[in-house]
């Protein structure tokens, strides 16, 4: 050996490296689920726009939408001895915004909504909210 003995043993930089993994895993548990189902309702108003080419009426959208939704996110929840169906995300129908424009031919919608996530360990509760766009164009193809 030269000049000495070797390094061994916990250093400063590995425990901040453990600690920032153990923050990162820990987000990723209790964020995690919040953003996959974000993505599902990415889809559903991708659906929607993808509706509004053969069906001019935003109402039909508008249904289609809270019928997808609802579809996919209520669950039974057990409310002082009874059981209720609820929707893991906080949305109302004025949430939902379905513009069309003339020129160009354009659908836009928008949608707006909140979910509660708790954080594991450190039972921390959250509210976050999510901005929803999709569009579509709604010109004839030309062939």
């Known amino acids: 050996m030269r000049g000495g003995k070797a390094d061994r043993g916990l250093t400063l930089v590995t425990v901040l490296i453990v600690v920032g993994l153990a923050a990162g895993v820990l987000c990723a548990v209790g964020f995690g689920p919040a953003y996959i189902e974000n993505l ?33 996110f209520d669950q039974q929840v057990e409310d002082h001895g009874r059981t209720v169906t609820e929707m893991r995300i906080d949305v109302d129908p004025d949430d939902l ?11 836009h919608i928008w949608l ?15 509210r976050m909210t999510f901005d929803d766009y999709a569009e579509q164009d709604l010109t004839p193809v030309v062939w």
């Open 97 to 107: 915004r379905i513009e069309r424009t003339e020129v160009p031919k354009f659908v």
């Open 40 to 72: 599902e309702v990415k889809r559903v108003l991708a659906e929607a726009a993808n509706l509004s080419v053969h069906d001019g009426n935003d109402e039909h959208v508008r249904q289609f939408v809270f019928q997808r939704l609802h579809r996919l």
């Open 112 to 126: 707006t909504y909140s979910r509660d996530v708790t954080v594991p360990v450190v039972n921390l509760e959250r």
